[in-house]
């Protein structure tokens, strides 16, 4: 049960775009399309922003996307606005019917 | 609307034991399966337990395998997480969630702190 890997920081103007990766094995991101991405601010509960590797629950603006390729995932986010600075936890299904998580990564909004 | 609301946190000595509870209302709760995550502080998202709707199959991390028992009580719509042989290094905020196919959480609760110290 090994964490994914998410680079610990990443940051972006307004107005840009950003992708946060979520790297892990064939135990888990690349064996399954069961990634989901998780918004947090301080203080607060997790928000679930993707599912299922590339889907959006109701309310989550579609600036918000993913995408995966083999053991890697990726979350972008495109039109950054401040709002949007907040750490982000990436998470997959795991042979042995388990969840990992990602370390997270801080977005900055410069 | 979905809530869940988590109690039972606090301070602990090393050893002892804690139960937590996670309340939960506005959907079916018999039929979703429940996950307990936690963050110690400063720190990331670790995956506890899971327990299906039935409450008959159950998982849990290697870091708490042995001595945390996830159960339910789906007359009460209640999940607890019972913590037993406490170590500093458990010392988190403990959050439940609403399952999707052991996929994803759609729904987290605010959370509870437990702090294991002496």
């Known amino acids: 049960q090994s964490a994914l890997t998410q680079p610990a920081s990443v940051s972006g103007s307004p107005g840009q775009s950003i992708t946060i990766s979520c790297t892990g094995t064939?135990?888990?991101?690349?064996?399954?399309?069961?990634v989901s991405w998780y918004q947090q601010h301080p203080g607060k509960a997790p928000k679930l922003m993707i599912y299922?590797?590339?889907n959006r629950p109701s309310g989550v603006p579609d600036r918000f996307s993913g995408s995966k390729s083999g053991n890697t995932a990726s979350l972008t986010i495109s039109g950054l606005q401040a709002e949007d600075e907040a750490d982000y936890y990436c998470t997959s299904y795991a042979s042995g019917s388990t969840l990992v998580f990602g370390g997270g990564t801080k977005l900055t909004v410069l | 609307q979905v809530q869940l609301v988590e109690s039972g946190g606090g301070v602990v000595q090393p050893g002892r034991s804690l139960r937590l509870s996670c309340a939960a209302s506005g959907f079916p709760f018999s039929t979703y399966g429940m996950h307990w995550v936690r963050q110690a502080p400063g720190k990331g998202l670790e995956w506890v337990a899971f327990i299906w709707s039935d409450g008959n199959d159950k998982y849990s991390a290697d870091s708490v395998k042995g001595r945390f028992t996830i159960s339910r009580d789906n007359s009460k719509n209640t999940l607890d997480l019972q913590m037993n042989s406490l170590r500093a290094e458990d010392t988190a905020v403990y959050y439940c969630g609403r399952d999707r196919g052991l996929k994803y959480l759609d729904y987290w609760g605010q959370g509870t702190l437990v702090t294991v110290s002496s």
């Open positions: 299922d590797v590339s």
């Open positions: 064939s135990s888990d991101v690349g064996g399954y399309n069961y």
